[in-house]
């Protein structure tokens, strides 16, 4: 409320000056600091610049207001925005830099702090972090207790070597931010992850429409001595509606060694969650994961849609949960390739869906689970082991439609399954697969199936399947060569129910040709 005031005060007060005819400076105030500044000068005009990010941080930014980061030389340590700023969503503070600005030498928390406010953008910044200290580039947080806040923006920033790139989140339930965007961030050699949000688990979420695109996180190492997740590129967690889009994560997981993670791109207690057009490749972890994209523990109501995996240890496409979270479900996969992925021991395949692998407990499973029209094409060496689709644990309701699934480069069969308990509706249907000779096309705990009418009898839900090697086209449309098209068309079963919700285009962008019964992520043109 005080905050309220204060920007109505400000408006206020420059409309009575205006009306006196007293010449000010119409709207709000901007100060300036550079590192050739003086502490005790205004701080008004790139020639009375402040010296310091502290004393930036000690003036108390009213609604509407700008800080400019400016001269050739960069600002070390903090600066920070606290409940005694901004507040004013409609009329944000605004931090954002010169473009000859080297950037912040990053020290104490973060680069930029933002605690327990509203109403922020963050603009046109560098941030550099030197040597290992813990130290993030952007971090968001809520105290706890600290409520709800909502408007923060983050674009078009370069962060480098921080402990975490960005961390957007708050630790108690009840707290947190609606309305958080993070837009053509740059996150390179971070520490722990590129880009995260955190908070209690679901279904008390602590973020709500969020949106992450136009980014970029790569080398992100991970810490070896941790036995938790490190060495993601972007992860999305505790919210509750998101849109992460357009984003490339690459490279990231060199240096973790646990016994979980890291992924490129995942989101887990999260829900209503859209991941598209993103591409994630040469992602790696020293013992397991080291995919490219994730839907884990506790996620529910997401759709993963045109996405490229491509050349990374883990699995191109995971959904998981464990003993420790609640269900993940109702998540459709639609329009996706993996290529050449899945080089690891642990769990090798381009699809993996995995429902409650460390328990015997029958309320831990993965559960209304529909992976239609994607492209999982394996390679030989590192990876003649990984097969397209892999099954295992509990899994609910699992609908597999009008996806090529082909390992004939390598050595696996097109699905593997392990210890797999198929609870409710299965359904296998109108698939393409393409294994190498002698190869089965299904192993499911040591029994082979070499031919579709075998593959039939392993899986009661199959139709309509077809064994045959993709004629693949297309091959300069993507990056590296990667071929992700067939002009393959294989119809439903007739007695299917299955409904497909419309997409909007495939994996290249391009309008679905001739329906919904041409097979993997590339429709053929008529």
């Known amino acids: 409320?005080?905050?309220?005031?204060?920007?109505?005060?400000?408006?206020?007060?420059?409309?009575?000056?205006?009306?006196?005819?007293?010449?000010?400076?119409?709207?709000?105030?901007?100060?300036?600091?550079?590192?050739?500044?003086?502490d005790d000068?205004?701080?008004?005009?790139?020639?009375?610049?402040?010296?310091?990010?502290?004393?930036?941080?000690?003036?108390?930014?009213?609604?509407?207001?700008?800080?400019?980061?400016?001269g050739d030389r960069p600002l070390p340590g903090t600066l920070r925005v606290t409940s005694e700023d901004a507040g004013a969503p409609e009329l944000p503070v605004r931090i954002t830099a010169d473009e000859s600005f080297p950037g912040i030498v990053a020290e104490g928390k973060a680069g930029i702090d933002i605690v327990d406010t509203s109403g922020v953008e963050v603009s046109g910044v560098d941030i550099i972090v030197e040597g290992d200290a813990p130290v993030d580039?952007?971090?968001?947080?809520?105290?706890?207790?600290?409520?709800?806040?909502?408007a923060i923006t983050l674009r078009d920033l370069a962060i480098d070597g921080a402990y975490q790139g960005v961390a957007v989140g708050a630790e108690r339930a009840g707290?947190?931010?609606?309305?958080?965007?993070?837009?053509?961030?740059?996150?390179?050699?971070?520490?722990?992850?590129?880009?995260?949000?955190?908070?209690?688990?679901?279904?008390?979420?602590?973020l709500s429409d969020l949106r992450i695109r136009d980014s970029v996180v790569t080398g992100t190492r991970g810490i070896e001595r941790e036995e938790v997740n490190t060495g993601s590129g972007i992860v999305i967690g505790s919210v509750d509606g998101a849109v992460v889009e357009r984003n490339d994560t690459s490279r990231n997981g060199a240096e973790s060694h646990a016994p979980e993670g890291p992924i490129g791109l995942w989101t887990h207690d999260s829900t209503d969650v859209i991941i598209r057009d993103n591409t994630s490749h040469h992602n790696r972890s020293g013992w397991t994961d080291g995919g490219g994209f994730g839907v884990d523990i506790s996620a529910t109501d997401v759709l993963v849609e045109r996405n490229l995996s491509h050349d990374n240890h883990g699995a191109g496409f995971l959904v998981y949960t464990h003993g420790k979270g609640t269900p993940t479900g109702r998540v459709t996969f639609r329009y996706n390739a993996s290529v050449g992925d899945g080089?690891?021991?642990q769990l090798p395949s381009g699809f993996a869906v995995l429902g409650g692998l460390d328990t015997?407990?029958?309320?831990?499973?993965?559960?209304?689970?529909?992976?239609?029209?994607?492209?999982?094409?394996?390679?030989g060496g590192d990876g003649a082991g990984a097969s397209a689709l892999l099954l295992m644990g509990t899994v609910r309701n699992l609908r597999v439609h009008h996806n090529i699934l082909d390992t004939s480069a390598g050595s696996a069969p097109a699905v593997r399954i392990r210890s797999f308990d198929a609870a409710g509706q299965l359904e296998f249907a109108a698939n393409q697969l393409a294994v190498s000779p002698q190869v089965p096309l299904l192993d499911w705990d040591g029994g082979l199936a070499h031919d579709i009418?075998?593959?039939?009898?392993?899986?009661p839900g199959a139709g309509h399947n077809v064994a045959r090697a993709p004629d693949f086209l297309d091959r300069d449309d993507l990056p590296n060569g990667l071929a992700v098209h067939s002009p393959l068309r294989v119809a439903f079963p007739p007695t299917t129910d299955l409904r497909v919700e419309p997409a909007t285009g495939d994996l290249l962008g391009r309008p679905i040709a001739g329906g919904e019964d041409s097979v993997g992520a590339v429709s053929p043109r008529d």
């Open 343 to 345: 080089h690891t021991d």
């Open 453 to 459: 009418d075998e593959v039939s009898g392993f899986l």
């Open 1 to 38: 409320m005080i905050r309220t005031w204060r920007a109505v005060a400000v408006l206020v007060s420059a409309m009575l000056l205006a009306g006196c005819g007293v010449a000010f400076t119409k709207g709000p105030v901007t100060y300036y600091v550079s590192a050739d500044g003086d």
């Open 175 to 206: 707290d947190g931010f609606d309305g958080v965007t993070i837009e053509a961030v740059h996150v390179t050699g971070a520490q722990r992850n590129g880009i995260i949000t955190y908070g209690a688990t679901a279904p008390d979420y602590a």
């Open 137 to 150: 580039g952007v971090l968001v947080t809520v105290s706890p207790g600290g409520g709800r806040h909502s």
């Open 360 to 379: 015997d407990d029958p309320d831990v499973f993965v559960h209304d689970i529909h992976l239609h029209h994607n492209t999982v094409v394996t390679r």
């Open 41 to 70: 000068a205004s701080g008004l005009r790139p020639e009375r610049a402040w010296a310091s990010l502290e004393r930036a941080t000690e003036q108390e930014l009213a609604p509407g207001e700008t800080i400019v980061l400016t």
